[in-house]
Structures are given as structure tokens and as C-alpha cells.
């Protein structure tokens, strides 16, 4: 059985940093791309940064600069690294995978990905 488990959300002040984790089991962890999302009370899930499975990295506007995603082959684990938070970052972060392939965040991506963890809450105070 594929699962991802996010870990890492808190609440924080403006200004300071988070990493998100997102184990993973049930897959060949080579094998998948890895997605970040987010959604913010009232708005619509929204792409945040992903990884393919070739190591390709991309990140929406908002983010590129102050966020940073990598993966840890060991610990099958992909970690998204937040610096710089700000109050807009406020959201539920869910991490999803997709096999073998590039990866996307563009809008309506989320059915690019077949499996989804349950989402760790960030809040970011000014």
C-alpha cells in the first residue's frame, strides 16, 4: 500500500523557516515524483513545488527563493525546506506522488497524482 505522512507544520512568526517531511512506503521511492501542495481556508488547493523522478525541481512564483524541496533516498523521504515564511504561506500542506514521470504543479495538476498524504498545518503569524 502506498502512504505518504506529512510531519513538520507548526506556527511560526513571519520571517522564520519550517521544513515539512513526507515519508513514504509502498513504492519504489525511484520510482515516483513527489508534489506539495497547499490550501488556505477558503481558497483552492494550490501547487507549491515538486520533484520528479529524474530530480527536476519546480516551484510556483511565490515560493522561488524562499522555499526548497529535496529527497533523501535512505529515508525515503522528501522534505520541503520554507524560509522566510509569511502570513500568506498560512495553509494545509499536503504531500502527493505520481510514478515515474516529470512532475507539475501547474493548476488542476492534482489529478497528476495518484496518492496523498493527509496534510500538516502551517501557520504563520505577522
Known amino acids: 500500500e502506498v502512504q505518504l505522512v506529512e510531519s513538520g507544520g507548526g506556527v511560526v512568526q513571519a520571517g522564520e523557516s519550517l521544513r515539512l517531511s513526507c515519508a513514504t512506503s509502498?513504492?519504489?521511492?525511484?520510482?515516483?515524483?513527489i508534489g506539495w501542495f497547499r490550501q488556505a481556508p477558503g481558497k483552492e488547493r494550490e501547487g507549491v513545488s515538486c520533484?520528479?523522478?529524474?530530480?527536476?525541481?519546480d516551484y510556483t512564483d511565490s515560493v522561488k527563493g524562499r522555499f526548497a524541496i529535496s529527497s533523501d533516498k535512505t529515508k525515503r523521504t522528501v522534505y520541503l525546506q520554507m524560509n522566510n515564511l509569511k502570513p500568506e504561506d498560512t495553509a494545509v500542506y499536503y504531500c502527493?506522488?505520481?510514478?515515474?514521470?516529470?512532475?507539475?504543479?501547474?493548476?488542476?495538476?492534482?489529478?497528476?497524482?495518484?496518492?496523498w498524504g493527509r496534510g500538516t498545518q502551517v501557520t504563520v503569524s505577522s
Open positions: 502527493a506522488g505520481s510514478g515515474p514521470s516529470f512532475c507539475t504543479i501547474s493548476p488542476g495538476s492534482e489529478s497528476f497524482y495518484s496518492a
Open positions: 520533484i520528479s523522478t529524474y530530480g527536476t525541481t
Open positions: 509502498g513504492f519504489n521511492f525511484d520510482d515516483f515524483a
